[in-house]
Each structure stands twice: as C-alpha cells, then as structure tokens.
C-alpha cells in the first residue's frame, strides 16, 4: 500500500524567509509521480509543483523546488522569499504511473509571519 | 488551463434531503472524475472514481446507496448524499482528469462544496 507522511502539522516562516516542508511516502512501485498541493482558506486546491520519479533532477517552479531523494522516499518542498500569499495548507500527494488515485499526505499548515 | 467549476460551493440541508453536487470540466473533457471528502483540518481522502458512461468505483468502506455518482458527460459528474446525516457534513472536493485535442489536462481539482447537515 502507498502512504504519504508529512511530520510537521504546523510551520511558520518569516516573509522573505526560506522554509522547507518534509514528506516521505513508500512504495514499492518504481514508476510515480510526486506532488505538492497548495491549499488556502479557499479550500481550492492548487498544484505547486510536480516531480517524475524517472527524472533525477529535482523540479523547480519559481520560488519553489524539492528536494527528491528516491532512495530514501523523501520529497520535500523549499519554498524561498516566502510571500504573505504562500500561507496555507500545503499537501504532499503521490500517485501511481499507471494509476489515477492520489494518495495524500495529512497536511502542514505554514504560517507567514510579516 | 484547465478549469473544472464545482457547484454549489455551500450547502446546508435538513437531516433526511437529498443534496446534488455537479462538477463540470469548463474546457476539456473529462474522462474521469474524482470525488474527495475532506474532514476539517484532514487530508483528501478518495470517495469514488467515475468514468463517463460507467458505475462509478467505491473505495471501501463508502456507501454507494448513499453516495451516488453519475457521470453521463464528458464534462459533467454529479455526486448526491442521498438521506443526508450530521455526520455527512464534510467538504466535498471533485477533481478532472481529461484531455482536450492532443493536450494532456492532467487532474484539476474543483474549490469545492461545504455541506452542513442540520
């Protein structure tokens, strides 16, 4: 069975700080995706960003990137120059290459402090 | 981009109605559809999996005369809490997967419907 395990129910950031978000997941599959959801006080739910676990390079969008480490079925997100609008829940998901089900991690609340 | 419209985005219902949730894929089609429910301050956790023109796919443990799913478009899915109960007030989340021509939309999810059950 696939899990996702995110430790860290709460974490806050000073604006313009970095902070990184953990997630661990296993599987025994070799072909997945990896994902990060942003979910604000909207409860609209907004992909971050997205890791192939082919790709040995780590994905990267703007002010955010990952750190992939397939070995030790670790993804975690680095969110720089942290905004007041990067505040919500942020959600580590994984699914399946062949496969529709996303399977979700239990969420980590971040804080921006200004 | 692809946007999938989810409709109503609040509902409060007496114990013992009906409640009908649509979630329509605006520019692509939908070959698939997700029904999430999500419990305050807790994950997504998959309800259902639908493809258009066939029964829907209940996870275990989800009731499906009390949950029923209909997919009868490309673009449209509908999930209604039959006999609704306080303890299915929740947050209702539908995602998309679909394609549009050659273009690969991925999964989008919807913003969502609180429900409240009185």
């Known amino acids: 069975a696939q899990t996702v395990t995110q430790s860290q129910p709460e974490m806050s950031v000073q604006e313009a700080e970095t902070v990184t978000l953990s997630c661990t997941y296993d599987?025994?599959?070799?072909?997945?995706?990896l994902f990060w959801y942003k979910q604000p006080p909207s409860r609209q739910m907004i992909l971050v960003i997205r890791?192939?676990?082919?790709?040995?390079q780590n994905a990267t969008e703007n002010r955010f990137s990952v750190n992939f480490q397939k070995a030790a079925k670790s993804f975690s997100l680095k969110i720089s120059d942290s905004q007041l609008g990067d505040a919500a829940m942020y959600f580590c998901a994984y699914r399946r290459g062949t496969g529709n089900q996303f399977y979700f991690g239990t969420g980590t609340s971040l804080t921006v402090i200004p | 981009g692809a946007v999938v419209s989810q409709h109503p985005s609040r509902v409060i219902c007496k114990s013992g109605t009906s409640v009908k949730i649509e979630c329509r894929s605006l520019?692509?089609?939908?070959?698939?559809m997700f029904w999430y429910r999500q419990f305050p301050k807790q994950s997504l956790m998959l309800m259902a999996t639908?493809?258009?023109?066939?029964?829907?796919?209940?996870e275990q443990g989800v009731e499906k005369d009390k949950f029923l799913i209909n997919h009868a478009s490309l673009t449209l899915s509908t999930l209604t809490v039959t006999s609704a109960h306080p303890e299915d007030s929740s947050f209702y989340i539908c995602?998309?997967?679909?394609?549009?021509?050659?273009?690969?939309?991925?999964?989008?999810f919807g913003s969502g419907t609180r429900l409240t059950v009185v």
């Open positions: 639908s493809n258009e023109g066939s029964k829907a796919t209940y």
């Open positions: 890791q192939e676990a082919y790709k040995q």
């Open positions: 995602s998309a997967r679909g394609t549009r021509g050659a273009s690969d939309y991925g999964y989008t």
């Open positions: 599987t025994s599959e070799s072909d997945y995706y």
């Open positions: 520019d692509f089609q939908a070959t698939t």
